[in-house]
Each structure stands twice: as C-alpha cells, then as structure tokens.
Nanobody
Framework: QVQLVQSGGGSVQAGGSLTLSCTLSGRTFNMNAMGWFRQAPGKEREFVAGINWSNGNTAYADSVKGRFRIPGAAPKNAEYLQMNSLKPEDTAFYYC???????????????WGQGSQVTVSS
C-alpha cells in the first residue's frame, strides 16, 4: 500500500505562482512515475503533468506547457508541481497520483493523493 499526502495550493491572483507538493510513504518500490491531474467543477478530470522517475522524462498538457514544471530533483518519496503564470482557467482541484509508468490516463495510476484546491482570480 502507498500513501500520498498533498500540501500546497490555495488562492492567488492571475499571473501568480503556487507550488503543490506530494509526499509518498509505504511500499513505493514498484512506483516509477507520478502524475498530476486536475478537475474543475462540471468538468472531467484531466492530465496536467507527470514524471517518469526511472529516466527523468516529463510530460505536460498543452494548456500548461511552459508555465508548470516538475523539478524532478526531489527524492522519490516527494514530488512537486511548480505552477507559474497562473490563469483563472487553472482553477481546479489538483491531485497527485503514482503508478508503475508515466501515463496521461488517470485510471492507469494506482494510488492517489487527497487533492488540493487551487483558485486563481482575475
């Protein structure tokens, strides 16, 4: 079993920055990737960003590319999502998830964090 605990998030004005963190514990040896997803009210969950810890490869949704970044320098038991130049349309509940491989599909991840609210005002 793997536990993920998120922190960070909050409210910020458009153009501002926030960093989300996700700490892992438990039997993480089979977990090779982390994905970040978000869900806005009335919308489906969508992939935001992810990292493959085995080779350091990262992936980003087109909507956040160039603004969001996974540093990738953290140890495997912690990961971060740096969010810059935030826009009102980034407002959503954000989740971290871990699994055996990097995927843009949420159901391919095995364990999920509890979520963090990010609100961006115009």
């Amino acid at each position: 079993q793997v536990q993920l605990v998120q922190s960070g998030g909050g409210s910020v004005q458009a153009g501002g920055s926030l960093t989300l963190s996700c700490t892992l514990s438990g039997r993480t040896f089979n977990m090779n990737a982390m994905g970040w997803f978000r869900q806005a009210p009335g919308k489906e969950r969508e992939f935001v960003a992810g990292i493959n810890w085995s080779n350091g490869n990262t992936a980003y949704a087109d909507s956040v590319k160039g603004r969001f970044r996974i540093p990738g320098a953290a140890p495997k038991n912690a990961e971060y999502l740096q969010m810059n130049s935030l826009k009102p349309e980034d407002t959503a509940f954000y989740y971290c998830a871990t699994g055996s491989h990097l995927s843009r599909v949420g159901r391919e991840y095995d364990f999920w964090g509890q979520g963090s609210q990010v609100t961006v005002s115009s």
